[in-house]
């Protein structure tokens, strides 16, 4: 089955500037991958996906990265701020409706 | 769109108790719903992919007897969890699509605390 790993498992940054994330991926059928953003006690919230006909996307200060021959995709958040604080989770799937194989989470810490 | 409820939010209750969490898509059919744990500190992991109108499928190494997944109509899922015992203390939270090949929204949780 699907194996992700994300790393670093922590990440501390100074305010402004940016924060990169890394995920790998096992299995070559996965074509889905979405980040989620979890603050304590609240529900996983979607901020950006990729899916493996592209090799970038970007929304604002967030980008995803994707590499299909390497299997690895990153996360990328430019002009970090305090309340980009939380653990964020990569994850990937064989299709937007299916099951979702995370990582195992990066808590990201923006000093002010 | 897509907004997914769970309910209760919370849930504090004796060991040997069963709880059913609700899980359901307010504005779209969900023919598939997905029931996921997590640990403190930990990330998530599936426990089982709830079908409407048939069995769930459950992940590797857990217990379809003691997690039991029903899915009656394209709105609703739930999850009993039977004779629940404090090692089942846990974050539940479910997740739904609305269409094919579209992301996933996940529910609120249930923070579920067994005594």
């Known amino acids: 089955g699907e194996n992700v790993e994300q790393h670093p498992s922590t990440l501390s940054v100074q305010e402004g500037d940016s924060a990169v994330i890394k995920c790998t991926y096992s299995d070559s059928a996965s074509n889905y991958f979405p980040w989620y953003k979890q603050e304590l006690g609240k529900r996983p919230q979607l901020i950006i996906d990729?899916?493996?006909?592209?090799g970038e996307k970007k929304d604002q200060r967030i980008a995803v990265t994707l590499n299909k021959t390497a299997k690895h995709f990153s996360l990328h958040i430019t002009e970090t701020q305090p309340e980009d604080s939380a653990v964020y989770f990569c994850?990937?799937?064989?299709?937007?409706?299916?099951?979702?194989?995370f990582g195992k989470g990066t808590k990201l810490t923006v000093n002010p | 769109g897509a907004v997914v409820s769970q309910h209760p939010s919370w849930v504090i209750c004796k060991s040997g108790t069963s709880v059913k969490i609700e899980c359901r898509s307010l504005?779209?059919?969900?023919?598939?719903m997905f029931w996921y744990r997590q640990f403190p500190k930990q990330s998530l992991m599936l426990m089982a992919t709830s079908n409407e109108g048939s069995k769930a499928t459950y992940e590797q190494g857990v217990e379809k007897d003691k997690f039991l997944i029903n899915h009656a109509s394209l709105t609703l899922s739930t999850l009993t969890v039977t004779s629940a015992h404090p090692e089942d203390s846990s974050f539940y939270i479910c997740?739904?699509?609305?269409?094919?090949?579209?992301?996933?929204?996940f529910g609120d949780g249930t923070r579920l605390s067994i005594l």
């Open positions: 504005d779209f059919q969900a023919t598939t």
């Open positions: 997740s739904a699509s609305g269409q094919f090949n579209q992301p996933q929204h």
């Open positions: 990729i899916r493996s006909n592209v």
């Open positions: 994850a990937a799937s064989q299709g937007g409706s299916e099951k979702l194989v």
